[in-house]
């Protein structure tokens, strides 16, 4: 999947986390790796002084590692969120 660095894909990353049961919250923080996520809790925290490309690079991380429930996401989202999870499974 080719990321694109631009405000909309960031928007279209954040509407997967929007419409799934994980909270999503910008906030400023020592992470050594840009962002943090609470399991437990269903919550990421991505540092918010980073630049775009940089808080691209974690949410699409961050989706790849976490566990969405599909049914809760609109059909549009779900492709990507797939496009996503299946760049996942072929590396």
Do not use: H
Request: contains cysteine.
């Amino acid at each position: 999947m080719q990321l694109k660095y631009t405000r909309p894909f960031l928007n279209k990353l954040e509407d997967i986390f929007a419409e799934s049961d994980f909270v999503l919250r910008y906030e400023k923080g020592n992470f050594k790796a840009g962002y943090c996520v609470l399991r437990d809790m269903k919550v990421a925290v991505v540092n918010k002084y980073y630049s775009l490309e940089g808080k691209i690079n974690c949410l699409y991380d961050i989706l790849r590692t976490i566990s969405v429930d599909e049914s809760r996401l609109s059909d549009k989202t779900r492709q990507l969120y797939l496009e996503i999870r299946n760049e996942e499974n072929a590396n």
